[in-house]
T-cell receptor, first 110, second 113 residues
């Protein structure tokens, strides 16, 4: 199966941490990804994690992977107004395509 | 360095017409992928091309076709347009066949009336 599921909306106060969650179905996925999409723009690769890793940290971003539960999360520390966007979780499938979730709309309020 | 460039940025067509969308990958990238993003949904995979050969195809009808040229640029063609083809069409490029770093263009917004 290729279903990737995410919660649709997240509202967070500026300066707080955001946590976006995702579940995926293909246990053979090699990589799992987080992409960001701002209004009227394409997708920006934020970070990705290899499937044999549990955690990856990149500046304000922390990715956690629980392979047993097929659960992926993205934590954004010190969330800023510029972090308001749609965040997509994706898994690699068959080595040539990405399967995306429907996206989580993150709204940062002052 | 220029990123992935797509043209046109916006397009309006009527049902039954044909459309061609164009994509230039990042310099040095040999693989191009196409995705369709319907409003409110995540992108759906259409095709991947590497070295001018089709490596994969998503669950789209034969009205959708693509090709990759010797300079690694690509075209996506859609025949007999339907209202449901209205979407943002995204092109992505990568160095080779791996998916670890896929870079997306800003897309072509297609509206079918």
């Amino acid at each position: 199966g290729e279903d990737v599921e995410q919660s649709l909306f997240l509202s967070v106060r500026e300066g707080d941490s955001s946590v976006i969650n995702c579940t995926y179905t293909d246990s053979s996925s090699t990589y799992l990804y987080w992409y960001k999409q701002e209004p009227g723009a394409g997708l920006q690769l934020l970070t990705y994690i290899f499937s044999n890793m549990d955690m990856k940290q990149d500046q304000r971003l922390t990715v956690l992977l629980n392979k047993k539960d097929k659960h992926l999360s993205l934590r954004i520390a010190d969330t800023q107004t510029g972090d308001s966007a749609i965040y997509f979780c994706a898994e690699s499938f068959n080595d040539y395509k990405l399967s995306f979730g429907a996206g989580t709309t993150v709204t940062v309020r002052a | 360095d220029a990123g992935v460039t797509q043209s046109p940025t916006h397009l309006i067509k009527t049902r039954g017409q044909h459309v061609t969308l164009r994509c230039s990958p990042i310099s040095g990238h040999k693989s191009v992928s196409w995705y369709q993003q319907v409003l409110g949904q995540g992108p759906q995979f259409i095709f991947q091309y590497y070295e001018k050969e089709e490596r994969g195809r998503g669950n789209f009808p034969d009205r959708f076709s693509a090709r990759q040229f010797p300079n690694y640029s690509s075209e996506l063609n859609v025949n007999a347009l339907l209202l449901g083809d209205s979407a943002l069409y995204l092109c992505a490029s990568s160095l080779a066949t791996g998916l670890e770093k896929l870079f997306f263009g800003s897309g072509t917004q297609l509206s079918v009336l």
